[in-house]
């Protein structure tokens, strides 16, 4: 007669890197679906099978979590950005930085959604504002470069990352929902209005009415 074999706990024992990990992952999906503020340490702890102390142990509580999450988010957004950088054209070097928001954004819906809410009042981690002003800041160089040719001021070129970034981003807030067209025809467009509305820049532009007081 063979003795019974132990029961096996159904819990899986983890490293604590792996741990770390566990409870990143769990917590980004609930941020994305949720939001910072309707998601709770208890249910993140819940979900990974652990107390609460252990959530603590690993990143002080809920905000430092919040913090990591979108830490990692900035980072492959920012990195994917400046890797598809890689023609020498202005024109082809537009396409590529749409051509990179949206493929960041197509593949990391739920990174994405957590970038555009607001940051918890007194986070550290910044807004999507700040965000998409680091992205811009990343391209400004492309349209300075291409204003020096076009005889325009290349000072203006920070204000004016500034404001393609902020098309594609919000575009693709759109799109992350619809998801039509096509990305590279998303692509396209957002390329169309902004190249042919660079192309036609006045060096000094002016309102055509007075601006009410």
Known sequence: MTEPKPRRSGRIRMTSAERREQLITIARGLFAQKGYE??????????????????????????????????????ALLDGVTGALTAGRAHELVEQAALALLDYIENNADGFRILVR?????SATGSFISILSDVATRVEHILAEEFKRRGLEPRNAPMYAQMLVGMVALTGQWWLDARKPKKPDVAAHLVNLAWNGLSGLEAKPTLSTRPHK
């Open 118 to 122: 607001d940051s918890p009042v007194g």
């Open 38 to 75: 309707a998601t709770s340490v208890e249910e993140i702890a819940h979900r990974a099978e652990v107390s609460k102390p252990v959530v603590y142990e690993h990143f002080g509580g809920k905000e430092g979590l919040y913090a990591v999450v979108v830490d990692r988010e900035v980072r």
